[in-house]
């Protein structure tokens, strides 16, 4: 009995220091709690192998978990645990079977299903993906990204009438989310609504300024109604975001259009200084002919291919 009460109290104490952010406090406590309990006590395990998988020592996080399930075989918090190391290592195939099992043993387990569902996106497997993110809405509609997720899928599908619904289920949930605004932006865009796909990828901008994609996607809507506006768009883009390179590549396009070719050209060489990988797609670009002909980008690409 005195042995449970100091266990419970090294417990205790190691979650507060763990709320804290004391990684290393929490540790030393779980650590005297599972010494104390001959390493019997479930939560001090689990919580062993959380700090461990915190810490980037993911195999002594996995001895943990699996010591937990030699314990008991049915503790989802370890086949969830396990699963998250897994799926962290691109070992996708391992992660399912972990994710399945913890949800086996808790069907109501609503981030085993998120996770399941984001693994099964990321691996290809996107009819797995709906079945499961849709299951987890069953559960619980109101979790923003998984309406969001599941709203991205149905758009790579072209199933723009269930991305639509998704979105929107998103931003009633939450307005303010620069990923929902530009979603939704993406998805007017394809209903041909070009106002209200402006109004989004605008208001996205405004909610984050270095979301790069919000500035490309705007801008190509202007790229030959309005090129100037384009550039414009790109300019404030690339003031504004860290990921620049496909940024000066779009804005050099624009610039050709316009016949600024000079400024077409040193935003061409600025975007291969940033991502040199550019120079086999620029090859190919018919829009950027006149450019690829100019001594400055033959000079540049000669000592880029020395």
């Known amino acids: 009995m005195k042995d449970d009460m100091q266990i419970n109290k090294y417990l205790e104490k190691a979650e507060e220091a763990f709320e804290k952010n004391k990684l290393i406090k929490a540790l030393n406590l779980y650590n005297r709690a599972y010494e104390l309990s001959n390493g019997e006590d ?47 290592e691109e070992n996708y195939e391992e992660a399912i079977k972990l994710y399945n099992k913890a949800i086996y043993i808790n069907p109501n387990y609503h981030k085993a299903y998120f996770f399941l569902a984001n693994v099964y996106d990321v691996s290809e497997k996107k009819a797995l993906a709906i079945e499961t993110y849709e299951k987890l809405l069953s559960l619980n509609p109101m979790d923003f990204w998984a309406n969001l997720n599941l709203g991205c899928i149905y758009e790579e599908r072209n199933e723009n009438g269930a991305a639509y619904k998704k979105f929107s289920k998103a931003l009633r949930i939450d307005p303010n989310n620069y990923l929902a605004l530009f979603n939704m932006g993406v998805i007017y ?11 989004f990828y605008e208001r996205a901008i405004e909610k984050n300024k270095s979301y790069e994609y919000s500035y490309l996607n705007l801008a190509v809507i202007y ?36 016949g600024e070719e000079n400024r077409a050209c040193e935003d061409i060489i600025m975007a291969l200084k940033l991502y040199p990988e550019f120079l086999k797609y620029i090859l190919e670009d018919e829009e950027l002919e006149n450019i690829k002909k100019s001594n400055s980008f033959k000079e540049f690409v000669a000592k880029y291919s020395l």
């Open 223 to 258: 790229k030959y109604a309005d090129t100037k506006k384009g550039i414009e768009v790109l300019s404030s883009g690339i003031n504004n975001c860290s990921e620049t390179h496909f940024l000066y590549y779009n804005r050099s396009c624009f610039y050709a259009l316009i």
């Open 42 to 88: 479930i939560d001090a395990i689990i919580n062993l192998a959380l700090i461990y998988d915190f810490l980037g020592k993911s195999e002594k996080a996995k001895d943990y978990y699996k010591e937990a399930l030699s314990i008991d075989n049915y503790e989802e918090r370890a086949y969830y645990g396990l699963a998250t190391i897994y799926d962290e």
């Open 189 to 199: 865009y394809k209903f041909n609504m070009i106002e209200k796909a402006i109004n």
